[in-house]
């Protein structure tokens, strides 16, 4: 039985071709999987598990939910727990409710776990993106407790308003960085490496997928899932390929669609 990995499914309303291939996915993958882990941004934003009682997000949402309960319910397991998730940038808010909505493991990054016997670090990848100070610094910001508590604590529909203004704001700023420092910084990666003692690290974000090798371990890069070519965007978004990491009991890895 394998462990599977995937992130950067960006799942919205928007995108539906995407929403469909994941359903299949967990559907085809379900028993040969030990576990699935999705290493954050499986939403293309989240404002709050009451996104769940939104009448138009619910429409493309219930399904979704349904096949991450089906992934961990029997004859494919006996039990909740067989999904687990990190939280990645677009889509920290995710909390309890959703987790039980989709019978998911949340688990806090980065996550020091044994795959296949080898040592492995599991993060979703914007902390290792270090050369772009303004994301770190807006990052720090909303990632404390308060600033989640003061953010739910406004209404859904204030919170969506301001949800796509961060979103444009943030397509803007990352129009005019260089491709270098919005990439995780490999100093970085090795320190990190170095600091958990492993010899493998896993993780997303980037929409680069690689397997980088350094003398302290190697660094696998998930790629992104995109099915839907939005027509303002151009086909570079619609080249990636989605599909997942398999880590076999014997700790190989190997990349699949
Ligand atoms: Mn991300």
Redesign the pocket.
Known sequence: MSSLFI??L?LSAATPRTCERLIGWLESHAHVARDLWIL??LFEVWVGDDTIDDPLEREWLEPILRALRAFSAPPNACGPGKIRLIR???DFLLGARFAQSAAITMIDEPAEVTIGGVPTLLL???TLCTDDVAYQAFRQEVRTPQWNAAFLARPYAERRAIAAQMRDASRAAGATKAAAITDANPTEAQALLTQHGVRRMIH????RPARHQYPQGERFVLTDWDFDVPLDEGCAIGATRGGGLWVQADGSVHQSI
């Open positions: 992130s950067d960006h954050g941004d990645g940038n677009r979703h990848g914007d997303g974000h980037t929409h």
